[in-house]
């Protein structure tokens, strides 16, 4: 083959690999994804208000989803709960990123390992919420505390979020395995961990629009 | 090639404290049960201004090419069409709904 050839399929295959983002194609494929996911969400959502616009009554999320200590009702509180530790959650994500950064093996592994526990912990209240609220009688077509939409939206809206987390926790298992037996540093790049970050800090950021639209509105 | 984005340490705990102190200002907002408009109003600007954090820095959106931030940020001003498009019309059909119980 001609040099001139060769060189001219050289240019043609740096022009084609250059990105308009300059980021790598697997963080673009997980901005992809996250914007259909965030669309997804934003349509449930949406037809959850619609819903509830259109029937004009409502549960009272608060009374619904209170805790009882020392005999005092106290609104939301397994809500709150929840919500902080998926706060947390983040936060020991972002510094597992911070510490891929610094290929510290050891460290990334730890916060990976917490940002796990932290998300079983959200699942296993979410476990709570829902075994709660199904003793009391709430099913998709019917519920105790109003229109039998509440139920079928609680079920539907967390029912979707708790699946992201417990993908979450298996995919950050995965990374945090190829952390462990030095498949990253074969690889040379420890970008995984941070593409793994966009994932769970984009359940995080869907959590806040189900806080605020399905319990504290 | 450089490697991924950084972002300083600093950074991360400032925002991780602030999404802290949010949460907690949206709970504390519907616990003292604020006067109707303004509860919704209060809760929608706090909720994203949570959710900007978390994007700016969290998901470093913020430190990516104006292309990337473009392309991510675009597509979702579609939800707010479909808010405004689909909430006034569930008004439009209030009462019109055959099971409302209990």
Known sequence: MATAELSLQHEFHDYTLRSPFRASWQKVMMWVFIVVDALTFGSLL??????????????NPAHVFALHIGG???????????????????????????????????????????????????VGCQVYEWTHLITHGT???????????????????????????????????????????????????????????LYWHFVDLIWVFIFTMFYLF | MAEGTHV????????????FILSALAYFIDVVHVPAPWKAILLVVVALMKAGMIMAVFMHLGYERLSLIYAVVAPLLFLVVMTIAFLPEGTAILGSHSIVAP
């Open chain 1, 72 to 122: 005092k009702e106290i609104p939301l509180l397994l809500i709150a709960i929840m919500t902080f530790i998926l706060v947390s959650s983040s936060g020991t994500m972002a510094l597992a990123v911070a510490n891929a950064y610094e290929r510290n093996k050891k460290r990334t592994v730890l916060f990976l390992t917490l940002t796990m526990l932290l998300g079983l912990t959200f």
């Open chain 1, 46 to 59: 949406v037809s959850y208000g619609f819903t509830r616009v259109s029937i004009g009554t409502w549960a």
């Open chain 1, 139 to 197: 099913r998709p077509w019917w519920n105790p505390y109003g229109p039998p939409q509440f139920g079928a939206y609680f079920f539907t809206l967390t029912g979707f979020h708790g699946m992201h987390v417990l993908s979450g926790v298996l995919y950050l298992a995965i990374v945090a395995r190829m952390v462990a037996n030095g498949t990253l540093d074969r690889r040379g790049s420890y970008q995984l961990v941070e593409i793994a970050g």
């Open chain 2, 8 to 19: 300083p340490i600093r950074k991360y705990l400032v925002v991780w404290l602030w999404l």
